[in-house]
């Protein structure tokens, strides 16, 4: 009986699978029709997905440092607008006091800001994906930023309650852009560790400002913190502007003009591909019908397949973004020019992205000599537009705040495309996990001033607020693991598949999120209700913490990787459910809940309930792959694209 599964994945009918794709190099088998195309690839054998295009203001070509750089801005903005969920947690009492309102009420103001989150995410995706992520990211933070200072002078309840929500839509782009923006400047096998740093700051602000606001609100009042958090985000403000620049690159496939190669085009030609000799001996052999003297390893760089035209002429496959470009074979001479794996071991003490960088930094941006040579000379303008087009961008021209806009479409339909994606298993599946990752911890935001400032531990607000340590850390650990090891898993599990990367090797990690997250729940409501030292239920929070990363990050990764062309569409998928179906909605009844059934029972029962969520990981992974062929056979975007 044929085999009809991978690693327990069941095959679907074909390759052609949203989310499958080639990762590694080097391997015997060459799927998804891909197998005639060249691919540019690091040198250890990873194929770089999506493939680069030849220009060097393509963010996947911006230098590390840049990339990197752009990720801490906005991840950093991310921690300071992920804390504002249960930034007045420690000072629940002190703001009920002033507005002469009880505790619930107060609490109330946690959940209208999640509604504000999840209004704010369908208003700022459909505009971002058609005018830019950059002008949608900086009107975000001058409406955060404005609205601090409204919650500062709040001279009534009211006011705090409509301020609040304002500034859920000021700070929403912090959780629907950034993941869509890890996906326009990183390579697929370097996104999951960057998600986890952007997860790690996201849920490291739902526990690191608690902290910072406690004391705050423990020597200066609760009014103070809203004052320094406008002061920040005014910082804020200039980072993005300064260093995050728009990361839309079209990868519309298009037809390649006929002349002479560009900056990256030169570059890749001798980084990414065999070198002359090494190729035309092999195109030779091939044609000949002679066996290859020696098979080809994965670091050799990526093989060019070499056929015959009709006129008998030997002609290059380029992929440049799903598109299938046949060259004609230039006899340019190439010596001298390094080969990719000699590219990257120029600096031993240098990571291989590192010496990329370098490379084509130094690289000349003008044509290579040969070329120089081969150029007709009735044709010196062209030859000079094709120098222009290639010249990288100005500092300057990326501080435009609108670019214009970058796609065509209808604003409505943008907007309705996120609800449509409730009927695709892996993201609905994803917005499951991922709302009750970040669900639990706002859940324990509105509970942990009513179990630590009352008997028997009666803490001060700062004291609560130090409670935080204990998530932050597990936050921290959380995302290690998902970063690292979930790339690591993935690695193993492509090498046993012929180097073919399924979305479905992320839900490995569903063990540890369901086992870490329940035990965390279920422990922290016990030792509360049995009165433990003050430690045991502390403890339990930075496990429920440790979780709850493991989550979002397995969760975000999948959606991102399975449905990668809707990406934008997807976050705001995620974050309306976490924001509007639980964080709003669980904070109409929890403190009522916690105070009639008490912290054991309500606890115990969130536990339950994760367990039961994550049960469903089983046949998602199974199923998984013949799903997302479903969805493509249905075709439920349609009418909305």
Not at 320 to 329: A, K, L, N, P, S
Request: overall charge neutral; proline content about 6%; hydrophobic content about 45%.
């Amino acid at each position: 009986m044929p085999k009809n599964h991978t690693l327990g994945i069941l095959d679907a009918d074909t390759d052609e699978v949203p989310g499958t794709v080639l990762l590694l190099g080097g391997t015997s088998q060459e799927p998804l029709g891909l197998d005639t195309i060249e691919r540019k690839r690091t040198a250890d054998g990873i194929i770089l997905d999506p493939q680069p295009d030849d220009h060097p203001d393509d963010p996947l070509n911006w230098a590390s440092w840049r990339r990197d750089l752009a990720l801490i801005c906005l991840s950093w903005h991310c921690l300071i607008g992920g804390g504002q969920t249960p930034v007045l947690a420690a000072g629940f009492p002190e703001v009920a006091d002033t507005y002469n309102v009880d505790i619930p009420s107060v609490a109330l103001t946690t959940g209208l800001y999640m509604l504000g989150l999840g209004i704010g995410c369908v208003i700022t995706s459909p505009t971002a994906i058609l005018f830019g992520k950059r002008p949608v990211y900086l009107a975000g933070v001058v409406l955060f930023c404005v609205s601090s200072v409204w919650c500062a002078l709040s001279p009534s309840y009211p006011s705090l309650v409509i301020a609040r929500i304002v500034m859920g839509i000021g700070v929403s782009p912090c959780e629907s852009l950034p993941s869509a923006t890890i996906a326009e400047i990183f390579f697929l096998h370097e996104r999951a560790y960057r998600v986890g740093i952007y997860t790690l700051l996201l849920l490291g602000g739902k526990n690191l400002v608690p902290l910072v606001s406690a004391a705050v609100i423990n020597t200066m009042g609760w009014r103070w913190v809203f004052w320094i958090v406008a002061m920040i985000v005014g910082l804020n403000l200039a980072l993005l502007f300064f260093f995050v620049p728009e990361t839309f690159w079209d990868r519309t496939p298009r037809p390649k003009p006929s002349g002479g190669k560009g900056f990256l085009r030169r570059v890749s030609s001798s980084m990414f591909s065999h070198s002359s000799k090494r190729s035309n001996s092999r195109s030779r052999s091939k044609i000949s019908g002679e066996k290859d003297p020696a098979p080809k390893t994965a670091t050799d760089g990526p093989e060019i397949t070499r056929t015959v035209s009709a006129e008998g002429r030997q002609t290059d496959s380029h992929a440049r973004f799903g598109e299938i470009t046949r060259v004609t074979d230039e006899k340019h001479d190439l010596d001298g020019v390094p080969t990719a794996r000699e590219v990257y071991q120029m600096d031993k003490e240098k990571t291989s992205r590192a010496s990329l960088d370098q490379y084509v930094r130094e690289a000349a941006i003008e044509p290579i000599p040969s070329e120089k040579k081969e150029a007709p000379a009735a044709a010196p303008q062209a030859a000079d537009a094709e120098a222009t087009s290639i010249t990288p961008k100005p500092f300057s021209a990326g501080l435009k705040i609108w670019q214009g806009r970058i796609r065509e479409g209808s604003w409505t339909k943008a907007a309705v495309r996120p609800f449509i994606l409730f009927a695709y298993p892996a993201v609905l599946w994803s917005t499951v996990v991922y709302s009750f990752s970040i669900g639990w911890l706002i859940v324990l935001s509105e509970s942990v001033a009513h179990i630590y400032q009352e008997n028997p531990y009666n803490f001060t607000p700062l004291g609560t607020g130090l409670v935080y340590l204990s998530p932050f850390i597990g936050g921290i650990l959380g995302t290690a693991v998902a970063g690292k090891v979930s790339d690591i898993l993935v690695r193993i599990m492509c090498k046993r598949n012929a180097g073919i990367y399924e979305p479905e090797f992320r839900l490995v990690m569903g063990i540890p999120v369901a086992i870490t997250t329940a035990i965390g729940l279920m422990g922290f409501g016990w030792s509360a209700q049995e009165h433990d030292k003050w430690i045991v239920p502390t403890v339990f929070f930075g496990i429920i913490s440790f979780g709850c990363s493991l989550g979002s990050t397995t969760a975000i990764t999948f959606c991102v990787d399975s449905y990668r062309q809707y990406a934008g569409e997807a976050l705001v998928t995620l974050n309306f459910s976490k924001n509007v179906l639980h964080g709003f909605i669980f904070s109409l009844f929890f403190n009522h809940w916690l105070d009639k059934d008490g912290p054991k029972m309500t606890f115990v029962a969130l536990g339950i309930i994760q367990v039961g969520a994550l049960l469903f990981t089983i046949p998602l992974y199974m199923y998984g792959k013949r799903l997302r062929l479903w969805t493509v056979e249905k075709n439920l975007m349609a009418k909305w694209t």
